[in-house]
């Protein structure tokens, strides 16, 4: 048994972020139906949540686990008949998961107030850069933008210089995707005690500002306002820093705690520099120190040496690295699966451990509308109709 079994999932997803919360649903035992549009010609599908099309992007399909544990049906929403179907999907839904701008559910009459009417237990869930609501809802913007407006950017960087644009991975997908996860697992439970749904609204912003609570907690207080390349965890301090190797690799130093600091500059033989961990005045010295001292092996060889001193280290893994490591490897972080036609195919694995409701990859990624006449066969629909609605373009 898995912990979502029997929850029926409606994804409409372009991009990653909706797509990869879908993911997570699935691994967890929700039957996930993805729903796309048709493709049109001289229409680029831009988007990572795209499910690829055609036969001959299969691999390309198979490799994509954010669409993992899905099935794909293509059908036109904007047709009546696409409409119906999609309505006729809901009764049966008890999640609807859209990422499309304010409104445009609405215009397409497919919105959480028309579909509560015919299922009242729906958990409809609308996941944005800035929300249903407010002066900024209708911009559009992307991960770089919500982190910039969320407080997040701001702070990345060195003092004087430019932010630093990390990956699309604070909003995109610490901000979404996994506040739009807690929102539906929340409401699944309301919904036990309660018999109704509800609508869930996520905005990407919302979820940056709220990633900041320390920060915004002490600025409320009345404490000096934290500037980018000032905090501490922005490797201000030489105790909490990337260093340079020999080989030109980098070792991340976390030694927040003053033991942990100890235990870091006895090993180094530098235990003078104990009693100043957190002067600023200091900093320059202990920083230029410990990077000449680094600068003496390979990042292995000082991760070899380190980790049994009980110090924080950890290497600085490219992305070829980080799935051949041992402790990844241990945690099932890495998934491997024999295809019959493509060979292996590999995937990420699944970051929540349950022990008696475990997470499961039943199926790999669908190629786009790979399931349309399997899903519409199950509403009822016949051959014919079916015929019918592809050579009218509705489905694919």
């Not at 994509?64 to 009764?91: D, H, M, P, T, Y």
């Not at 397409?108 to 579909?115: K, M, R, S």
């Not at 439970?189 to 709220?210: F, H, L, N, P, W």
């Amino acid at each position: 048994m898995q912990a979502l079994q029997d929850i029926r999932v409606m994804e409409l997803s372009r991009t990653a972020p909706t797509s990869y919360a879908g993911m997570i649903l699935g691994d967890m035992g929700a039957e996930v139906i993805k729903i796309e549009q048709p493709p049109e010609p001289d229409t680029p599908r831009i988007g990572s949540g795209w499910s690829p099309f055609g036969e001959e992007m299969r691999k390309e399909a198979l490799f994509r686990a954010i669409n993992r544990n899905k099935r794909s049906i293509a059908v036109n929403l904007r047709s009546q008949e696409g409409a119906k179907v999609f309505c006729e999907l809901a009764k049966r839904a008890d999640v609807i998961l859209e990422c499309f701008r304010p409104g445009v559910m609405k215009r397409l009459q497919l919105d959480y107030q028309t579909i509560q009417k015919i299922n009242p237990r729906i958990i409809y869930a609308s996941l944005t850069g800035y929300g249903q609501d407010g002066p900024y809802c209708e911009l559009p913007g992307h991960d770089i933008n919500y982190i910039a407006f969320g407080g997040a950017l701001g702070l990345i960087g060195k003092t004087d210089e430019a932010p630093v644009v990390p990956l699309n991975l604070l909003g995109d997908y610490a901000a979404g995707s996994l506040n739009i996860v807690i929102g539906i697992l929340i409401a699944i439970i309301a919904r036990e005690k309660t018999g109704k749904g509800q609508y869930i609204d996520i905005a990407m912003t919302d979820g940056v500002a709220s990633l900041l609570t320390n920060i915004a907690s002490s600025y409320f207080k009345g404490e000096k306002i934290i500037k980018r390349g000032k905090n501490t965890f922005s490797g201000l301090f030489s105790c909490y820093s990337v260093y340079q190797t020999r080989d030109r690799k980098y070792i991340s130093i976390g030694c927040y705690e003053p033991w942990l600091w100890s235990n870091l500059c006895k090993a180094l033989e530098v235990e003078e520099f104990i009693p100043f961990q957190w002067i600023d005045d200091k900093q320059e010295e202990m920083i230029s120190k410990l990077r000449s001292i680094f600068l003496s092996k390979d990042r292995d060889e000082w991760f070899d040496f380190l980790k049994n001193k009980n110090v924080c280290i950890a290497k600085v893994y490219e992305i070829d690295e980080v799935f051949s490591d041992p402790q990844l490897l241990h945690r099932n972080m890495l998934l491997e699966f024999e295809h019959a036609t493509e060979g292996k195919v590999q995937h990420v694995g699944i970051a929540v451990k349950l022990s008696d409701t475990p997470g499961e990859v039943k199926n790999l990624s669908p190629t786009l509308g790979e399931h349309t006449q399997e899903i519409l066969i199950s509403l009822g629909y016949n051959e014919n109709e079916i015929m019918t609605m592809r050579q009218a373009r509705i489905i694919n």
